[in-house]
């Protein structure tokens, strides 16, 4: 009966989700039908903006978990916490930050001259908007964080494709999006475990952590500062105000330079009240982690909720002005359209996603969370000045990756290590061996390559062959990033723009014959 009573309820809660959803969806529907009265075409208007709510609440699903993911998995937020707070920036980043203008083929993927008329451009525009949002539904369904802008990259090409030919897709930049599953979450993972590593070898590895948290904390969050203030001057902004990279350098540099006094002290005191530990040195990142949550979610709705209503927006103004644009106003509605829907989403859906990201590809607390929300803003920042197509999903769950294979390469360097004191105390008192090994494993990193040194100085280890070398490496790994996760991520990425597109092409013959 409790089983029966468990699912019985699990359905329930589904249920009320979709219906939640659906009464958004009706809400649009009679809104924009109020407000279009009787403008040729104003029908394919009132679909256009159901799709596009619906895009944006598969977003917030979908792309959102990438910002708070981590902060949750690492518990510095709860669930809950970071739904709020997530969906209070992303809706305040869209409305603010958001524009008034966006480019109605996103990326300059295909060359809209080629489309004969204004009829069809919006054929194609409601076939790539849906066809984005069904496989960004699939994607969350099945649990893969996927990129929303190669979703609708995809769909704006596979109905390109259908309406004009192979000719109208803009190659060059395909290539471009190509190379971005590779940049995005390389470049992402290296800087992530980069950053892990700096804190593990600048305070985890000290012997008194607190002495060396109170140095290195105040100044790890003075380069978060910097870093999140460029993005946001960069990225979260741009379309209020235009600024040159080294002016927004320079503004987040003195935005960072006032942070770091602010925090010296306040880290001081946190850190004398807590244990000489890990889990002491993780509390001081909790702060920083909730403020990163908040200004990555930002970010995050001042840039991405163009993928929902970029093809709305330029429905809107084919429809209006008769003809086909390549910037397109955005009406004060369908900017809301794109804030709450991606809010709403995200409140409904994102907590699958959310715990994907968080806790089911590694193991995360608070020094790796932050190291993955420092990936994010800086990949971003180089990518942009280096002129490199990056996704920010990708980066987010690259860092993810990129954290959680450095602890597996340094678990398994431990591993190898007391294995080798081991062989070199063979024959020696079990006492001495185990007084050896406390000794190593309070001692400081460098500290414990001086006790290795000596160690090796005094007696001589003996020679494995190659095979035998495999073998000890094969028992040493440990595997702390979950592979199944990996693999089905990765394939999510590759087929997102191929899927997407077909899907597209798909829809846009359907639409076509519907209307012709």
Known sequence: MNKLDKATASN?????????????????????????????????????AMIGGYMAMNIGANDVANNVGPAVGSKALTLTGAIIIAAIFEASGALIAGGDVVSTIKKGIINPEVIGDADTFIWLMLAALLAGALWLNLATAVGAPVSTTHSIVGGVLGAGIAAGGFGIANWDKMGAIAASWVI??????????????????????????????????????????????????LKGVKKLIKLDFVTALLIGLAIAVVIYFIVKGLVAKAADRLDNDKAGVNQLFTIPLIFAAALLSFAHGANDVAN??????????????????????IPLWVMMIGALGIALGLALFGPKLIKTVGSEITELDQTRAFSIAM??????????????????????????????????????????MINEIKSH???????????????????????????????????????????????????????????SAVYKIAAAWVITVPASGTLAAILFYVIRGIMV
């Open 184 to 233: 995005s979450p390389v470049l992402g993972g290296l800087i992530a475990a980069g950053f892990l590593y700096l804190i593990k070898r600048t305070i985890t590895y000290k012997s008194d952590m607190r002495v060396a948290a109170k140095k290195m904390v105040p100044q790890l969050i003075m380069l978060m500062a910097w870093a999140f203030s460029t993005y946001l001057a």
């Open 375 to 416: 990936a994010a803003a800086i990949t971003v920042i180089i990518a942009s000045q280096l002129g490199l197509p990056v996704s920010s999903t990708h980066i987010a769950v690259g860092g993810v990756f990129g954290v959680g294979f450095l602890r597996e390469y340094l678990k398994s360097s431990h591993a190898r």
């Open 12 to 48: 329930r809660g589904d249920v009320m989700r979709i219906g939640y959803a659906l009464l958004f969806l009706v809400g649009i529907v009679l809104f924009i039908s109020a407000q279009v009265g009787d403008i040729p075409g104003s029908y394919i208007l009132v679909i256009a």
């Open 425 to 483: 105390h063979q024959g020696a008192d079990q006492e001495e061996v185990e007084e050896f090994l406390a000794k190593f494993e309070s001692a400081s990193i460098d500290d414990k390559a001086k006790m290795l040194k000596q160690l090796k100085k005094k007696t001589a280890s003996a020679e494995l062959s190659k095979k035998e070398r495999k073998q000890l490496k094969k028992a040493y790994k440990q595997e702390l990033v979950k592979r």
């Open 308 to 329: 929902a209503i970029g093809p709305l927006a330029a429905i809107n103004d084919a429809i209006v002005n008769h003809g086909i644009s390549t910037k397109a106003a």
